[in-house]
Structures are given as structure tokens and as C-alpha cells.
């Protein structure tokens, strides 16, 4: 008993990440609460401001009332930093500030920040949180800049430049929140503005290890299994998932069927990219069919890359089950990517991980299912987004009890910091056995 209260006060990553996203979604909570967050004669209720703040943290994007409607500027920032925090990681800007200040990073901190990256070793951490940071500030900027320029013609400067600022943090940190009460509809045949925002949402969901190894490829011209893996499953479900919802869509007037050719392209392309993370969109989902809503569902489900804003099970995590199926069928025992053999504790991991999500999203869409009077596919579909964190919704996570929105709270929340992180915050360490049981043989298929 004395160990297992020692071993739950151990200040472990894991628990550094699951504590300091709690204290953050608290403090987010009581700012957004503040009559200065909100316009004059209107309120909000703790529930909603716990929900916001909850969905910005952990950059999913579902929101529970209209954000440029309902918030000041100053509740704007506050969800804007929340975004940016909940993006590259609290942890990460901790480290920034320390190496402003000329301190020497622990091994500890170290740790924390491998956990918070989720890198496969603390080789060169410090470094990549460097170029994470140089990244971030760059990218942000020029895009908020382009945008900004992009906007003044139909508002003001001052605006403009706030606008571009917001959604630029926004994408990148493929954080679903926007200002216009309707995401992006009325830019699904701008070309500019869908140029720029393909740009900061793949660049958000790469994660930062393969934005760093791109950022050497022209000195180093050599790319790890991770970064390899990580690009060529991104485009591939970017070009799969764009054929797709442009096939289903073609012929549907409420969504692409009036839109010219150019719209329908650049329609389709934001659609399958922004699905998997960002949570905007450019057209109406509600009126998609229910075939290309399901298929969306499939894809929020995949979600990003390890190490980026993006939610889901992961890129890697559907290689690695992708690969083990094919392994399995061609009646070959080991698994295999670009030429390098996985280890079967990875692909145990990768089975793990996309077994507990998929408990985790059936678990709570069948009680949602229960306690809210809604389409079943339409709960599906919300509960899918919040789990991936990607943000999208069919309307039904702004009508739902108070009860609907914490369950979709704590489903954001295990969706962002991921359920094997949170299995080891709130476990024990793991022990290796002294011993093991014979092996045994069923039959199964």
C-alpha cells in the first residue's frame, strides 16, 4: 500500500502532461467565465466555458456557442493561446523560456519533453524544440500575413491582421475554430486562401520530428522509417480521401454539385485534409450524404501524425496495422516497411491503441446515444471528432444536456493526451516478470 501511494505521487512525465492539461483547461475555464470574455448582455455558463476551454486546449474545435458572436477579443486571445498551447505543447514552451534564460534542461525535463513530442528518444530533443519553435513563429507569421493582405479588402486593416493572426494559429495548430460562424464556406473557390490553408494544416499534423528531418533532407538527403512512413500514408489518404468525398459529392445540390470545377477540387482536397485534424471545412457537412459522412468518420478516426496537433490513432499506427494485415495474409511473419522489420512489441502498441479507441468511441456514442435524442450516426459522427479531436461536427454537440457536454469534455481531453499516456499517469510502474507461462495455442478466424 505505502509503494502504490508512492508510485501515484511520482511526478512522472506522464503525469506532468496529464496534470498540467487539467490546471490549463482550469485556468481557461475561469478567464473565459470573466464578463470581459464575452460581449456586453451576453453569458455563458461554467458548462460552456469549461467545454470551450477544454475544446481549445486540446485543439478538437467543437464549440458549444458561436465563437466570434459570443466573445470579446480578449475571450478570442485567450482561446487563441489556449490553441497555440495545446498545439505545440505547454511543455514546450516552458523549455523555450528556459533556454532564454541561458538554464540547463534536466534529465528530467528532458523526459517530459520526449513524452510531450512523443519522440522515440531523447537524442537531439532539445534542438528539435528549437526548430519546433522557429517553425511554429515562421510559418504562423507568413501565413498570417498573406491572409491578413488577402482579407483587407472586405474589412478593415486593424481586422484583417487579427483575423489572419487567429485562423493562422487556428490551422496550424489544426486547432477548428474560427471566427466567421460558418468555418470557411464562403472561400471554397479562393484559391489563395485554400493554398494557405492546405499549407498550415499539413504542416501541423506532420508532427514536428518530420518537419525538422524535411528541414535537413537537401543537406542530409536521408529521411528515418518515421518521417518515410509519416509522408507517404499522409498523401496517400489526402488523394484517397478527396477521390472519395468528390465521387460521393458530385451529384449533391446542397453541398458540390453547384460549385464550378475549381470549387469542387479545392473543395474536395480541404475537406479530406482538414477531416483528419483540422476540423473546418468549406462546405456544409450536415447536408453531405450519409455514405461520405461515414467515410469522414473513418478518416477523423485515422487523424494525424505522432508528435503534431493531429488527433486520431495516428498515420503510423494505420501503417503498422495495415502492414501486419498484409504481412498476415501473404503468410509471412515478419512485418515489414520500406525495407526495415518491425518489432512485435510495436505492433502490439499499434494494436493496443487502436483497440482502446475504438472502445472509447463506440462507449461513448452508445451512452451519448442513450442520454441524447439524436441521429445515431450524427452522435457517431461528433463523438468520432471529439475523441480524434479534429473539431467537425453534424450540429448535435451544441444541442446536447450539460451531462452530453462533459462526456464529450473528458472525450476530448483522453483524445488529446492519448490512452496509453493516460494509462501510465494513472498506473503503476510497470514491473518486469521474473517468470513466464507456457505457451498456449487456440484457434481463432
Request: charged share 15%.
Amino acid at each position: 500500500m505505502k509503494n502504490l501511494k508512492k508510485q501515484m505521487t511520482t511526478w512522472t512525465p506522464s503525469r506532468v502532461l496529464l496534470f498540467g492539461f487539467i490546471a490549463l483547461i482550469g485556468l481557461g475555464t475561469i478567464l473565459l467565465k470573466l464578463p470581459v470574455a464575452v460581449h456586453e448582455g451576453l453569458r455563458i455558463t461554467w458548462i460552456d466555458a469549461f467545454f470551450t476551454a477544454t475544446s481549445a486546449i486540446c485543439v478538437t474545435g467543437l464549440t458549444v456557442v458561436d465563437t466570434g458572436a459570443t466573445f470579446t477579443v480578449f475571450g478570442e486571445t485567450i482561446i487563441m493561446l489556449l490553441v497555440q498551447l495545446g498545439g505545440i505543447g505547454f511543455m514546450t514552451v516552458a523549455m523555450l523560456v528556459y533556454l532564454m534564460l541561458g538554464k540547463r534542461i534536466s534529465l528530467r525535463e528532458r523526459l517530459i519533453l520526449q513524452e510531450t513530442m512523443n519522440a522515440g528518444s531523447m537524442e537531439g530533443i532539445v534542438r528539435i524544440i528549437r526548430r519546433t519553435i522557429i517553425f511554429v513563429f515562421v510559418i504562423q507569421t507568413v501565413a498570417a500575413l498573406i491572409l491578413a493582405l488577402h482579407w483587407m479588402p472586405e474589412m478593415s486593416a486593424g481586422q484583417a491582421l487579427y483575423y489572419g493572426v487567429f485562423h493562422s494559429v487556428s490551422l496550424f495548430n489544426n486547432g477548428g475554430f474560427d471566427l466567421f460562424g460558418n468555418s470557411f464556406q464562403n472561400y471554397a473557390d479562393d484559391l489563395l486562401f485554400n493554398v494557405i490553408a492546405f499549407i498550415l494544416v499539413i504542416s501541423g499534423s506532420l508532427g514536428f520530428i518530420v518537419l525538422a528531418e524535411l528541414y535537413d533532407y537537401p543537406r542530409l538527403r536521408k529521411l528515418s522509417l518515421h518521417s518515410k512512413v509519416v509522408l507517404s500514408v499522409t498523401g496517400i489518404l489526402i488523394a484517397v480521401g478527396a477521390i472519395f468525398i468528390l465521387l460521393f459529392e458530385w451529384w449533391n445540390p446542397h453541398t458540390l454539385k453547384n460549385m464550378s470545377l475549381e470549387g469542387k477540387l479545392y473543395s474536395t482536397m480541404f475537406q479530406s485534409i482538414s477531416t483528419r485534424s483540422s476540423g473546418t471545412t468549406t462546405v456544409d457537412i450536415t447536408n453531405m450524404n450519409q455514405v461520405t459522412q461515414f467515410f469522414m468518420i473513418i478518416l477523423m478516426f485515422i487523424g494525424g501524425s505522432p508528435g503534431s496537433a493531429g488527433g486520431g490513432i495516428k498515420t503510423t499506427t494505420f501503417a503498422i496495422l495495415i502492414a501486419a494485415v498484409w504481412a498476415m495474409m501473404r503468410g509471412r511473419e515478419d512485418v515489414v516497411l520500406f525495407r526495415n522489420r518491425l518489432s512485435k512489441d510495436l505492433i502490439l502498441k499499434a494494436l493496443t491503441i487502436i483497440f482502446l479507441a475504438i472502445f472509447m468511441v463506440l462507449s461513448v456514442a452508445m451512452l451519448l446515444a442513450i442520454t441524447e435524442d439524436q441521429p445515431f450516426l450524427a452522435i457517431l459522427f461528433d463523438t468520432t471528432s471529439a475523441v480524434a479531436t479534429v473539431g467537425l461536427s453534424m450540429g448535435v454537440t451544441e444541442q446536447m444536456s450539460e451531462f452530453g457536454k462533459i462526456v464529450l469534455c473528458f472525450a476530448m481531453f483522453i483524445g488529446r493526451l492519448g490512452p496509453m499516456t493516460l494509462a501510465y499517469a494513472l498506473g503503476s510502474r510497470r514491473e518486469q516478470s521474473l517468470y513466464r507461462y507456457p505457451e498456449g495455442k487456440i484457434m481463432i478466424g
